[in-house]
């Protein structure tokens, strides 16, 4: 009988226990049960939220996956809550490593867009957001996105209405071996944000608020081939929501950080395949 050739979603599970090796030690401490590894962890997260579902629903699915289990190793499946205290174990920083290996499986040439984009928060019950105060009903999402593969680079997320102006400098002195030419609509028009990036040896390409008939020839003598590709992060940011969910399932700020930061992980590995 002719061998079954590997699917999308068997390849995208080898690609993330890759990575997943190579970012993590095997267990967490030397005092850990050793009954599930962090990079099986960090592959069911990954494959969570790929499959845009919940921790019964993924489990469930699993048992009928033998060769998604032996690809990571899986003898016997973990329980929904195992899932759920390693997503609040692993740090922030545990992701950033993962998507910064994700960016070196995509070309890049250094032609970075960035956009930002809202995600709501709609599974916060009405009576948590009361309770906690929480007047912000939506993350703002700050994407850095190559142009010539869609690799997100980078992410910045905040619960604030923050100005899109603030937010691009942390981005910029955060991957300035990255970016080369730096994208922006008029939302980025700010002198600052320009020195900054001159600064670190990166071509500010951001279309200037048309107050003067000054900033209108500015605006004419964009190079316009270059800047047409700024809306490849639009299109990147379109693709998550459709894709991996136009909403956050965490209750907590910061667990909504880490899922976000884990579907940019996963866009990744989906683009390398």
Same mark, same amino acid.
């Given at each position: 009988?002719?061998? #079954?050739?590997?699917?999308? @979603? &068997?390849?995208?599970?080898?690609q993330a226990y890759h990575l997943a090796r190579r970012a993590v030690a095997r267990y967490s401490s030397k005092f850990s049960k050793q009954r599930y590894t962090l990079h099986q962890h960090i592959v069911l997260l990954c494959l969570k939220v790929r499959k845009n579902t919940t921790y019964r *629903? &993924?489990? +469930?699915e699993l048992i009928e996956m033998p060769r998604i289990r032996r690809a990571i190793e899986l003898v016997e499946l973990p329980s929904p809550s195992t899932l759920c205290k390693a997503f609040n174990r692993l740090d922030m920083a545990v992701w950033r490593v993962l &998507?910064? @290996?994700?960016? =070196?499986?995509?070309? *890049?040439? !250094?032609?970075?867009?960035?956009?930002?984009? !809202?995600? +709501?928060?709609?599974?916060?019950?009405?009576?948590? *957001?009361?309770?906690?105060k929480l007047t912000i009903q939506? #993350?703002?999402?700050?994407? &850095? /996105?190559?142009?010539?593969?869609?690799?997100?680079?980078? @992410?910045? /997320? =905040?619960?604030?209405?923050?100005? +899109?102006?603030?937010?691009?400098?942390?981005?910029?002195?955060?991957? =300035? !071996?990255?970016?080369?030419?730096?994208? !922006? +609509?008029?939302g980025y028009d700010d002198q600052k944000i320009r020195r900054l990036a001159r600064h670190h040896e990166v071509r500010p390409l951001i279309k200037h608020r048309e107050f003067t008939s000054l900033h209108k020839a500015w605006n004419a003598r964009l190079d316009g081939a270059l800047y047409g590709q700024r809306s490849q992060s639009e299109t990147v940011n379109s693709t998550l929501k459709r894709k991996y969910g136009a909403f956050v399932r965490s209750r907590r700020w910061w667990k909504q950080f880490r899922e976000l930061n884990i579907a940019c992980l996963v866009h990744n590995l989906d683009r390398s395949l």
């Open positions: 009988m002719q061998a #079954l050739p590997k699917s999308q @979603l &068997l390849r995208f599970v080898e *629903t &993924l489990l +469930d &998507l910064n @290996l994700s960016v =070196t499986l995509l070309p *890049t040439n !250094g032609v970075v867009g960035i956009d930002a984009s !809202g995600f +709501d928060r709609s599974h916060a019950s009405k009576h948590y *957001t009361e309770r906690t939506q #993350l703002k999402v700050t994407l &850095l /996105v190559d142009t010539r593969s869609n690799a997100i680079i980078d @992410l910045y /997320v =905040t619960t604030t209405r923050k100005h +899109d102006s603030q937010i691009a400098p942390s981005l910029i002195k955060r991957n =300035t !071996g990255e970016v080369a030419v730096l994208l !922006g +609509d008029k």
